[in-house]
């Protein structure tokens, strides 16, 4: 079965850096794509970024990109904003188009001004 631990959360202040860990256990399989979604309180789901483990390929969304650097294990995450306020998850599936066949719990981030 797999399973994803999400770690590394927390309250930072507007201009500082989180790094979010994601452990994942259970895979059978060589090839898949790690993604990380965020949901903000009265909102949906919103896909961050992924990474395919087989072709290094990346994605982000524009809201992130160029702040945001997405690993295998990791979401590195720098110049914070207030607006990057949210839960955030981690997800694995067979690759980009699809990476959220298997969730996490979610780890808290909080961002102030």
């Known amino acids: 079965e797999v399973q994803l631990v999400e770690s590394g959360g927390g309250l930072v202040q507007a201009g500082e850096s989180l790094t979010l860990s994601c452990a994942a256990s259970?895979?059978?399989?060589?090839?898949?794509?790690i993604g990380w979604f965020r949901q903000a309180p009265g909102q949906g789901r919103e896909r961050v970024a992924c990474?395919?483990s087989e072709t290094g390929n990346t994605y982000y969304a524009s809201s992130v990109k160029g702040r945001f650097t997405i690993s295998p294990v990791s979401l590195q995450m720098n110049n914070l904003r207030p607006e990057d306020t949210a839960v955030y998850f981690c997800?694995?599936?067979?690759?980009?188009?699809?990476?959220?066949?298997?969730w996490g719990q979610g780890t808290q981030v909080t961002v102030s001004s």
């Open positions: 997800t694995l599936g067979g690759d980009c188009a699809s990476p959220d066949a298997y």
């Open positions: 259970g895979l059978t399989f060589d090839a898949y794509a």
């Open positions: 990474v395919d």
